[in-house]
Nanobody, 125 residues
């Protein structure tokens, strides 16, 4: 299983970015995919998740209404559309897959068994 995250960069506060995570070596229509982030000096935190089987999504309170997670099966890709970005959104963003078969998702990083290398998002004020 390999996950490749991309799309990070430098953006001004109020701007938008779209992150992509391409999955290979796994049946894309099953399982759950999540996005997490880690800011300097802080622990990794849950951002959003999508169950690829059921379509159920979930978001951290800090990003709800601003971020949207979606999928494109044909490209085995999960996206994270980030709007109205704030300086506190600055972090390395990671995508991950939870291969336990379920129709739900989890916000616990410990339940995700494969991780991408991360992409840096920097939001300037």
């Amino acid at each position: 299983v390999q996950l490749q995250a991309s799309g990070g960069g430098l953006v001004q506060a109020g701007g938008s970015l779209r992150l992509s995570c391409v999955a290979s070596g796994v049946t894309f229509s099953r399982y759950a995919m999540g996005w997490f982030r880690q800011a300097p000096g802080k622990e990794r935190e849950f951002v959003a998740a999508l169950n690829l089987e059921s379509g159920i999504t979930g978001y951290a309170g800090s990003v709800k209404g601003r971020f949207t997670i979606s999928r494109e099966h044909a490209k085995s890709t999960v996206y994270l559309q980030m709007n109205s970005l704030k300086p506190e959104d600055t972090a390395v963003y990671y995508c991950a897959i939870d291969r336990r078969f379920s129709i739900r998702y989890t916000s616990s990083a410990a339940e995700y068994d494969y991780w991408g290398k991360g992409t840096l998002v920097t939001v300037s004020s």
